[in-house]
C-alpha cells in the first residue's frame, strides 16, 4: 500500500504508521525520540554529528545525514540502510534527484533537500535553465572556466531562474593569479529577491551580494584558487528569473 492509493480514512492511517516503522526500520527520518535515529542518542551511545555538507564522514556502516544543501549544513550520522519499504513518500536529495522515501535517499548517502519530488526536474519543470541543471551543490556547479578561457575578463548568462524556493544554483570557476572580480546579478525585484555570494573551495562566504537598485553587486579581490557563485531564493522563498555576469580587472 501507498500513500498515494491510500483511499479510505483507515487506509490513510495503516499507510502513514507502515511509513513510520519502515522509515525508523532502514534509519529514516520518521523515527522516535531515543532509537538511535535523528531525533536523538539511541541505545548503542550518543548522537555522532558530521558534516559540513557537502562532505561528512561517520564510521562504516552509518551515513551522515544532512538536512539541507547550503554549504557547512550539518548533520548526524545514522545506520546506512541495506534495504528499504516500498512506500511512496518522495524525498528530494541535494543531487536534484527524487527519491520514493527517505530510507533510499540514505542508502544513497544523499543530503535532503527537501520533501517531496524535485519539481525543477521531474515533472514539474518549466525552468528556463534546464538545460545547466542539475547545478544545486557546489559537486555539480556549471563550469565557467571554459567560457572564461576564451574571454578572460568576463562573462554573462542570461534568462536563468531561480525555479522554486528551494532551488539553488552553482557556478564555479578557478583563478591562476589573484584578480579583482565583480559579480552583478540583475532581476526584477518587485517580482522578489533573490541572493547570491561568492564561496571559496574551502565553502567559506568570501562576498556577499548586496542590493543596488537593480539587483544584487558583490566585488572583492579573490587570490588564485578555486570559487562557486552561489544565486539562490531571497528570505521569502522567491522564484524569480535573473542575468549574471562576473567581471574581472
Known sequence: ??????????????AIAALALG???CGGRATAPGDGGLDGPGPDGPVVVCGPYPGGQCTAPAVCSISGC????????????????????PVCGCDGLSYDNDCLRLQAGEALNHDGVC???????????????????PPTATNLDGALAGHPQGVSLYA??????????????TL????????????????????????DAGLNTVATGTPNG?????????????YYIRVAAGPAGTINKYDFSITFQ
Not at 519539481?119 to 551543490?137: F, I, Y
Open 23 to 25: 522509515l525508523a526500520a
Open 70 to 89: 547550503a554549504p557547512g549544513a550539518g548533520g548526524t550520522c545514522v545506520t546506512r540502510p541495506t534495504a528499504c519499504p516500498e512506500l511512496y513518500a
Open 160 to 173: 536563468v531562474e531561480i525555479c522554486w524556493p528551494g532551488d539553488v544554483d552553482y557556478y564555479s570557476f
Open 214 to 226: 537593480y539587483g544584487l553587486r558583490a566585488q572583492a579581490t579573490l587570490a588564485a584558487g578555486k
Open 119 to 137: 519539481v525543477q526536474r521531474d515533472g514539474g519543470g518549466g525552468c528556463l535553465d534546464d538545460d545547466l541543471e542539475p547545478n544545486d551543490t
Open 176 to 199: 591562476t593569479a589573484s584578480r579583482a572580480m565583480a559579480l552583478l546579478v540583475q532581476y526584477v525585484q518587485d517580482q522578489g529577491e533573490l541572493s547570491a555570494s561568492v564561496i
Open 1 to 14: 500500500m501507498t500513500l498515494r492509493g491510500a483511499r479510505t480514512r483507515w487506509q490513510r492511517a495503516a
